[in-house]
């Protein structure tokens, strides 16, 4: 349970913290040795320890059988930094600036508690990703999905998370889930358009993903292993919060919902 | 023989020489008998210095030494010197005899007789020599004692049955007895085992303020020759159902020195566990810790069982029971966490399936905002962290995690020093970047409670990776003990992976535990990883590393490991354990003989947990039988909330006893304690017989102290008094035969030397 804000304060609050964070200076390019070592690969980029949070990327193999610069880099890095100055902004996590990719198969994984993964409707997992990936949800891991869009791409995850979690059942979350108010309180799952929809102000689907839909799977005991935002697109709203011309109204509900995601994977 | 030496050398006994003062009697004048002495050695260095041209000089010293000495020894002897004493009128005073009835006396370890059978023959015969040669001078006052005391008629046997030995009631009667009458001394005869865990200093202070002297007979030996005892058993009070219990087991033995032995332990009649033990050397105490589970709710009643050896003694004292309650309720425990850490996470989901412990979450996840988690309804903690002691003291524990301490206010840090101070509840503060010192609690309350010495770091990016260890206090603390296949738990602590600490706490306080430490992964310092003290009637710990979840995350722990589990539910249980309730009864013993009467003290408070002093309370008490009485408790003044009443017994089993209190028209609450009345072994522990505590009360008041061989002096000591109708007597000493012994070996040395000299 909650103490509840309502959420139009919350949602012009989180406007303005998160339009405040990405003044002049906010967005500049990351130190040359940095950015050097993002494109050497996920490997090579170790964070330092003592954080409470690091918000890490899933790297996977995918259907096009590439690791490096594939479908799981999608908005990376730009949308995972920005994302941590907003959740750093809106809320008392104490999280590395930085982004955080690593391997499914990379024991180091389980020292991260909650993985983010995109594109994940292009997913192809090896059998160690695979097992990877299990023992870290079994763990007590929790992996959010977003950007992925119709149904050939949901049977392709699932087909994917059937492999990782076989019997697992995949369940709508009610409106009244705790994940939607345990921070921010979310009435509604908004679909949030890529970039190019959301600046052209049209309609916001991509393939035949009409209605978005805020799902998950669960274990026996009814823990949220996989947080699944299908037919939505956070990451790009992150990753362009302060653009003008991309509507503030979705870049407000992909930080209000991804909030609420960090704070009830570290909480529940 | 040392004594016996001594009294043949200078007549009597050393005790006449301590309550004596030496004296002169010649019948001539003393400055005659002085100025002959003077005029015989100035004659006998005159005639040495005539000689001295014959002599060399350590030769004249030696015999003008030798002269002088029998010079000296000469007029000593002439003067008459005497000892003065003070010694008993005959018939004129009372001698009380004290004789020990209890079962110990029954203990043949007297070459196959019973002490029983000394303290017959020697004090209840008529034809004893002893009890005739003392009665020839006093008259004698019998008394015998156990768990009672009373007159007693030396006609009459001695039952030796009494379960208890209580030598401070026993001092007590015999004093008040035998006020206003002459009382010489008092002769005690007992094996000195004395159950009654009573203090000795008053009725010891008053016979000394008296002078009268207690002669201690010691009956038995000092060591039974071949016994095991299970001399001590520890356990808990109370635990939650599904608790592990630990108890601590003491075994004494002498004759089995490095004999292997099995300890049972019996749940209500069922062996649950057997533990093989190696004995240590003879009386040494070898230490045992038994895991015990609590899977059934209510009073279980633990037997500990050595079986008997080849050639012991006694056999009565290879078992001790202990009672444990065990309660089957769901204690409530606030975590108050200052910022979203996956701390939060795993800790609720370890004793997420713990039905005993309801953690409630106080999450703060933005400034001023506040997630709450597991609350009963939507009230609680509505206003943030509680603000008034009635709120806080209705949880039974405090975790505080990474949240600084100006977030709190003056009140509310006070608040969480009385809730473990006065209270009596547990406090768990888990490591951070707002916590400890990091957080600005050094100088606070809280840095008063907590077991670790906080100091500002002066590294303000201090992280260590630690390896965690037990220390030896660690490995067997209910706590720490994991490793159990039956808990799940399959890790030891060398296999699970480092944790990391932001607080550099290495020094504890004197009183504080230290269960964990980790050492630097770079080989370095040793810093404390989990550490408590008992504050007040609470606990505190502190647990400051800041990712225990590894344990349950990390790559390098199996899936189905339950070590974070186990060791999260064990802190919390733990930290609950014996935490009072607003109605707390307690009693001295938890058992007690039938006939005898149960001591019940409750402790009445409010829900702010102050003591209530105009409260009704009742104790219900229901018999072995099912029969219910009602008692009153009253109000002791002394202190407040604290209420007493003795309830009687009569029947052997369990009584029920349920404490209930109201104050007005309102109900306070009402608390149960069992009570086991049975007979008791408790006169075969311990049983030797106690010959440093027997000397003490000889030497505190002015006696001596017995053994059953040198009995014979008693009869002549207890004469020499200084209390009761006394006159004076004296005794010679010139005829003591140490004087001749020196006398003659001083003359002969003289005429040796001499001789040797040529001068005789």
Same mark, same amino acid.
Do not use: C
């Given at each position: 349970?909650?103490?509840?804000?309502?959420?139009?304060?919350?949602?012009?609050?989180?406007?303005?913290?998160?339009?405040?964070?990405?003044?002049?200076?906010?967005?500049?390019?990351?130190?040359?040795?940095?950015?050097?070592?993002?494109?050497?690969?996920?490997?090579?980029?170790?964070?330092?320890?003592?954080?409470?949070?690091?918000?890490?990327?899933?790297?996977?193999?995918?259907?096009?059988?590439?690791?490096?610069?594939?479908?799981?880099?999608?908005?990376?890095?730009?949308?995972?930094?920005?994302?941590?100055?907003?959740?750093?902004?809106?809320?008392?996590?104490?999280?590395?600036?930085?982004?955080?990719?690593?391997?499914?198969?990379?024991?180091?994984?389980?020292? #991260?508690?909650? *993985?983010?993964?995109?594109?994940?409707?292009?997913?192809?997992?090896?059998?160690?990703?695979?097992?990877?990936?299990?023992?870290?949800?079994?763990?007590?891991?929790?992996?959010?999905?977003?950007?992925?869009?119709?149904?050939?791409?949901?049977?392709?995850?699932?087909?994917?998370?059937?492999?990782?979690?076989?019997? #697992?059942?995949?369940?709508?979350?009610?409106?009244?889930?705790?994940?939607?108010?345990?921070?921010?309180?979310?009435?509604?799952?908004?679909?949030?358009?890529?970039?190019?929809?959301?600046?052209?102000?049209?309609?916001?689907?991509?393939?035949?993903?009409?209605?978005?839909?805020?799902?998950?799977?669960?274990?026996?005991?009814?823990?949220?292993?996989? *947080?699944?935002?299908?037919?939505?697109?956070?990451?790009?709203?992150?990753?362009?919060?302060?653009?003008?011309?991309?509507?503030?109204?979705?870049?407000?509900?992909?930080?209000?919902?991804?909030?609420?995601?960090?704070?009830?994977?570290?909480?529940? | 023989?040392?004594?016996?030496?001594?009294?043949?050398?200078?007549?009597?006994?050393?005790?006449?020489?301590?309550?004596?003062?030496?004296?002169?009697?010649?019948?001539?004048?003393?400055?005659?008998?002085?100025?002959?002495?003077?005029?015989?050695?100035?004659?006998?260095?005159?005639?040495?210095?005539?000689?001295?041209?014959?002599?060399?000089?350590?030769?004249?010293?030696?015999?003008?030494?030798?002269?002088?000495?029998?010079?000296?020894?000469?007029?000593?002897?002439?003067?008459?010197?005497?000892?003065?004493?003070?010694?008993?009128?005959?018939?004129?005073?009372?001698?009380?005899?004290?004789?020990?009835?209890?079962?110990?006396?029954?203990?043949?370890?007297? +070459?196959?007789?019973?002490?029983?059978?000394?303290?017959?023959?020697?004090?209840?015969?008529?034809?004893?020599?002893?009890?005739?040669?003392?009665?020839?001078?006093?008259?004698?006052?019998?008394?015998?004692?156990?768990?009672?005391?009373?007159?007693?008629?030396?006609?009459?046997?001695?039952?030796?049955?009494?379960?208890?030995?209580?030598?401070?009631?026993?001092?007590?009667?015999?004093? =008040?007895?035998?006020?206003?009458?002459?009382?010489?001394?008092?002769?005690?005869?007992?094996?000195?085992?004395?159950?009654?865990?009573?203090?000795?200093?008053?009725?010891?202070?008053?016979?000394?303020?008296?002078?009268?002297?207690?002669?201690?007979?010691?009956?038995?030996?000092?060591?039974?020759?071949?016994?095991?005892?299970?001399?001590?058993?520890?356990?808990?009070?109370?635990?939650?159902?599904?608790?592990?219990?630990?108890?601590?087991?003491?075994?004494?033995?002498?004759?089995?020195?490095?004999? =292997?032995?099995?300890?049972?332990?019996?749940?209500?009649?069922?062996?649950?566990?057997?533990? +093989?033990?190696?004995?240590?050397?003879?009386?040494?105490?070898?230490?045992?810790?038994?895991?015990?589970? /609590?899977?059934?709710?209510?009073?279980?009643?633990?037997?500990?069982?050595?079986?008997?050896?080849?050639?012991?003694?006694?056999?009565?004292?290879?078992?001790?029971?202990?009672?444990?309650?065990? +309660?089957?309720?769901?204690?409530?425990?606030?975590?108050?966490?200052?910022?979203?850490?996956?701390?939060?996470?795993?800790?609720?989901?370890?004793?997420?399936?713990?039905?005993?412990?309801?953690?409630?979450?106080?999450?703060?996840?933005?400034?001023?905002?506040?997630?709450?988690?597991?609350?009963?309804?939507?009230?609680?903690?509505?206003?943030?962290?509680? =603000?008034?002691?009635?709120?806080?003291?209705?949880?039974?524990?405090?975790?505080?995690?990474?949240?600084?301490?100006?977030?709190?206010?003056?009140?509310?840090?006070?608040?969480?020093?009385?809730?473990?101070?006065?209270?009596?509840?547990?406090?768990?503060?888990?490591?951070?970047?707002?916590?400890?010192?990091?957080?600005?609690?050094?100088?606070?309350?809280?840095?008063?409670?907590?077991?670790?010495?906080?100091?500002?770091?002066?590294?303000?990016?201090?992280?260590?990776?630690?390896?965690?260890?037990?220390?030896?206090?660690?490995?067997?603390?209910?706590?720490?003990?994991?490793?159990?296949?039956?808990?799940?738990?399959?890790?030891?602590?060398?296999?699970?992976?480092?944790?990391?600490?932001?607080?550099?706490?290495?020094?504890?306080?004197?009183?504080?535990?230290?269960?964990?430490?980790?050492?630097?992964?770079?080989?370095?310092?040793?810093?404390?990883?989990?550490?408590?003290?008992?504050?007040?009637?609470?606990?505190?710990?502190?647990?400051?590393?800041?990712?225990?979840?590894?344990?349950?995350?990390? /790559?390098?722990?199996?899936?189905?490991?339950?070590?974070?589990?186990?060791?999260?539910?064990?802190?919390?249980?733990?930290?609950?354990?014996?935490?009072?309730?607003?109605?707390?009864?307690?009693?001295?013993?938890?058992?007690?003989?039938?006939?005898?009467?149960?001591?019940?003290?409750?402790?009445?408070?409010?829900?702010?947990?102050?003591?209530?002093?105009?409260?009704?309370?009742?104790?219900?008490?229901? +018999?072995?039988?099912?029969?219910?009485?009602?008692?009153?408790?009253?109000?002791?003044?002394?202190?407040?909330?604290?209420?007493?009443?003795?309830?009687?017994?009569?029947?052997?089993?369990?009584?029920?006893?349920?404490?209930?209190?109201?104050?007005?028209?309102?109900?306070?609450?009402?608390?149960?304690?069992?009570?086991?009345?049975?007979?008791?072994?408790?006169?075969?522990?311990? /049983?030797?017989?106690?010959?440093?505590?027997?000397?003490?009360?000889?030497?505190?008041?002015?006696?001596?102290?017995?053994?059953?061989?040198?009995?014979?002096?008693?009869?002549?000591?207890?004469?020499?008094?200084?209390?009761?109708?006394?006159?004076?007597?004296?005794?010679?000493?010139?005829?003591?035969?140490?004087?001749?012994?020196?006398?003659?070996?001083?003359? /002969?040395?003289?005429?040796?030397?001499?001789?040797?000299?040529?001068?005789?």
């Amino acid at each position: 349970m909650s103490i509840r804000i309502p959420v139009t304060w919350a949602a012009a609050a989180g406007s303005l913290a998160v339009m405040g964070a990405f003044g002049p200076g906010a967005l500049a390019p990351p130190p040359r040795a940095e950015a050097d070592a993002v494109r050497r690969g996920p490997d090579s980029v170790a964070p330092p320890p003592g954080r409470a949070f690091y918000f890490t990327r899933a790297v996977y193999s995918d259907i096009d059988r590439r690791t490096f610069r594939g479908w799981w880099s999608v908005d990376y890095p730009k949308a995972d930094r920005q994302f941590v100055i907003g959740l750093k902004r809106l809320t008392g996590i104490d999280a590395y600036d930085l982004e955080n990719p690593i391997r499914l198969d990379d024991p180091a994984l389980r020292r #991260y508690p909650l *993985v983010y993964a995109v594109e994940v409707g292009h997913m192809s997992l090896t059998e160690p990703e695979v097992l990877g990936l299990r023992s870290y949800l079994l763990a007590g891991g929790l992996l959010l999905v977003d950007d992925f869009w119709g149904s050939w791409e949901w049977a392709n995850f699932e087909s994917q998370m059937a492999r990782v979690l076989p019997g #697992y059942p995949v369940i709508d979350l009610p409106s009244d889930h705790p994940l939607l108010h345990v921070f921010y309180d979310v009435e509604h799952v908004v679909q949030v358009p890529n970039v190019g929809l959301g600046r052209r102000g049209g309609h916001t689907w991509e393939k035949d993903g009409y209605r978005p839909a805020l799902r998950g799977i669960v274990d026996r005991d009814g823990h949220l292993l996989v *947080v699944i935002n299908w037919n939505s697109d956070l990451g790009d709203a992150w990753e362009w919060a302060e653009d003008p011309f991309y509507p503030l109204r979705f870049s407000n509900f992909a930080y209000q919902l991804g909030i609420n995601m960090i704070v009830y994977g570290m909480s529940h | 023989m040392l004594e016996s030496v001594f009294t043949f050398l200078f007549k009597y006994r050393p005790a006449i020489y301590q309550h004596g003062q030496l004296g002169f009697d010649a019948p001539w004048p003393v400055a005659a008998t002085l100025i002959a002495g003077a005029l015989l050695l100035g004659a006998a260095l005159l005639a040495y210095g005539g000689a001295r041209p014959h002599l060399g000089q350590r030769d004249f010293v030696v015999l003008t030494v030798l002269r002088t000495a029998i010079v000296g020894l000469l007029v000593f002897a002439l003067l008459r010197p005497v000892l003065v004493v003070s010694t008993v009128v005959p018939q004129e005073n009372v001698l009380a005899i004290v004789l020990d009835d209890s079962r110990s006396m029954q203990l043949a370890d007297r +070459d196959g007789e019973t002490r029983g059978a000394f303290v017959t023959e020697t004090f209840a015969a008529s034809d004893s020599p002893v009890l005739q040669e003392l009665g020839e001078r006093f008259k004698l006052r019998f008394f015998r004692f156990g768990t009672s005391v009373a007159r007693h008629d030396p006609g009459l046997p001695l039952t030796f049955g009494q379960s208890r030995t209580d030598l401070k009631e026993a001092l007590h009667f015999v004093r =008040r007895e035998l006020a206003g009458v002459p009382l010489a001394g008092v002769v005690l005869v007992t094996d000195g085992a004395d159950n009654a865990t009573n203090d000795l200093t008053d009725p010891l202070l008053q016979f000394k303020a008296d002078q009268v002297p207690i002669y201690t007979v010691g009956v038995g030996r000092d060591a039974l020759t071949r016994d095991i005892e299970v001399s001590r058993v520890e356990a808990p009070e109370r635990v939650l159902l599904g608790s592990s219990v630990m108890v601590d087991v003491m075994l004494v033995q002498s004759g089995f020195r490095g004999d =292997r032995v099995t300890l049972n332990v019996e749940d209500n009649g069922r062996i649950v566990t057997s533990q +093989d033990i190696r004995l240590a050397g003879d009386r040494e105490a070898t230490m045992v810790r038994v895991q015990l589970l /609590a899977t059934e709710p209510g009073p279980r009643l633990f037997r500990f069982h050595v079986p008997q050896a080849s050639g012991e003694l006694v056999a009565e004292n290879n078992v001790r029971e202990v009672m444990v309650t065990v +309660d089957d309720r769901r204690e409530k425990i606030l975590y108050f966490e200052g910022e979203p850490r996956f701390e939060v996470k795993f800790i609720r989901r370890a004793i997420a399936d713990d039905n005993n412990l309801r953690v409630v979450t106080l999450q703060r996840t933005a400034e001023n905002k506040f997630l709450r988690l597991g609350v009963e309804d939507a009230d609680e903690l509505a206003g943030g962290f509680p =603000r008034t002691r009635e709120e806080l003291f209705t949880y039974r524990g405090i975790m505080l995690g990474s949240v600084e301490a100006s977030f709190f206010a003056h009140d509310q840090l006070k608040m969480i020093e009385e809730f473990v101070g006065q209270r009596g509840g547990g406090l768990l503060v888990l490591g951070g970047r707002l916590a400890f010192a990091e957080g600005g609690y050094h100088g606070t309350q809280l840095a008063n409670v907590l077991p670790v010495i906080m100091e500002p770091s002066a590294d303000p990016e201090f992280f260590r990776t630690v390896e965690v260890q037990p220390t030896p206090t660690g490995r067997g603390h209910p706590v720490t003990r994991i490793g159990n296949a039956d808990s799940g738990s399959t890790l030891s602590w060398a296999g699970l992976p480092a944790l990391s600490i932001l607080n550099p706490l290495a020094r504890t306080k004197p009183g504080a535990s230290t269960l964990l430490t980790g050492r630097a992964d770079d080989g370095g310092d040793v810093y404390t990883v989990l550490a408590f003290q008992r504050y007040g009637k609470g606990t505190s710990i502190a647990f400051p590393v800041q990712d225990s979840w590894l344990w349950q995350m990390h /790559a390098d722990v199996p899936l189905e490991d339950l070590t974070h589990e186990t060791f999260w539910r064990q802190m919390l249980r733990w930290l609950v354990s014996n935490v009072p309730d607003q109605i707390h009864v307690s009693t001295p013993a938890e058992d007690v003989e039938p006939g005898e009467t149960i001591s019940m003290t409750a402790e009445v408070r409010d829900s702010s947990y102050l003591g209530i002093n105009g409260a009704e309370v009742e104790a219900t008490v229901t +018999d072995p039988l099912g029969n219910e009485t009602t008692h009153a408790l009253e109000w002791t003044v002394e202190e407040d909330g604290v209420y007493r009443a003795e309830l009687a017994t009569s029947l052997a089993g369990r009584y029920d006893v349920r404490v209930t209190a109201r104050h007005g028209d309102r109900e306070l609450g009402s608390a149960l304690r069992q009570v086991r009345v049975e007979q008791h072994p408790t006169e075969y522990f311990g /049983a030797h017989m106690r010959a440093p505590f027997l000397k003490n009360i000889a030497a505190e008041t002015g006696g001596r102290f017995y053994r059953e061989a040198s009995i014979e002096g008693l009869t002549e000591d207890v004469r020499y008094t200084e209390s009761g109708a006394t006159r004076h007597e004296s005794h010679d000493l010139w005829d003591m035969p140490i004087v001749f012994l020196v006398l003659l070996g001083s003359i /002969a040395a003289e005429w040796g030397l001499r001789r040797f000299r040529g001068l005789a």
